[in-house]
């Protein structure tokens, strides 16, 4: 999964798409995974982390990525094919 | 060295819930860092807001009705310059632009006042009833859409429409019709408001997002700034707004300024579809009443526009700043009795 270049983020968890002028915002994990999506971290070395950091156990973080990573595409915050659609 | 100072006549001093653009662009002008601007208001009706906002508007004085023709306004005009010494005239409204297009050379000839006004053949050819030609002659996306002069043609549309569509006045007004009745009842009201012909377009799925942009006449854009509404009245009116990074937009704009050589301010209402596709549903051919945003984004319009139409050469600007608001607000101010019957008895306050 790809996040749009120009998306902006904040450290207080606030997230601007300037495409759209649509505001989100985030709680420190979210930011944390949308921090290291916009690096182009793999999804596995995502998960590796937050199991490593978070008392939590691997269903439950792939349950939780995946529906997070599904609310990022409907708010249209990620790239389709990696490429922008505009 | 001190500024030049300059007498501007704005129109649109309106500043209700369905602002006319005149305090926008009067504040983008008192913004100017080249001019000293003082502000000659010219209003329609005694209680227009900007009228008794003195900080902003130095003398107000009332104005014919577009319908009262030219004559009355340039007679009109004749007696307010002699009093004034105008400079350049604005004005903000769709309705007055054609008496103001035609009178502008002799307004510059006879009073050696000055306007920055489209053409009568840009101001004719983007007119809602002729964009589907405009959107051709441009190569433009418009939503299909037909001028309607009867009620009875009402029924037929849906041959020809799939509802929902846009039921539109000639000048102002637009309603969304998920049927025949709705669209019938629509008609009726902004036929008796706004006259006919209406106009029925059909309705495109997306966000809405609207560019204030400058001409300078020759094809090039002066500035352009997209803005996606983030609050919108019963009126469809943008109570708040924010700029957008969206160089499509851009490009479209500068396409259109570019291959019709627009000169002076319009807004672009353009639907942007799921597909990112972009479809032009209106062209203003004044400001905005969010002109304003431009200004605080880093381009002031207003101001560049007048500096163009004192003979300046103005550069285009280069940039503006994406993520800008702007958040509208209401505010009474309490005015004395006397004020209002100064502008209502003698027509200048």
Redesign the interface.
Known sequence: MIIKKNIALSDTGFVFNPSTGDSFSVNPIGLEILKMLKENKPEEEIKKHLLGKYATDRDTVEKDYYDFTKMLEQVKLTDTDGKEKD | MGKKKINVAVTGLNNIDSPGPGIPVIRGLLDSKDYEVRIIGLAYDALEPGIYMRNLVAKTYHIPLPTAGQSSLLERLRYIHNQEKIDLIIPNFDAELFNFIKLAPVLEKELNIQTFLPTLDQFEERHKANLTEFGKKYEIKVPKSKMVFSLSEIPSLSQQFSYPLVVKGKFYDANVAYTPDQAAQYFNKISAKWGLPIIIQQFTYG?EVNVTALGDGKGNTIGAVP??K?VITDKGKAWA??????D?LLQITQKLIRHSKWKGPCELEMIKTNN?EYYLIEINPRFPAWVYLAVGAGQNHPDAMMRMAMGEEVKSFAEYE??KMFIRYSYDMICDLKEFETISTFGEY
């Open positions: 966000t803005m996606r983030q707004g924010i700029t957008l990074e969206d499509k990112n994406v993520g």
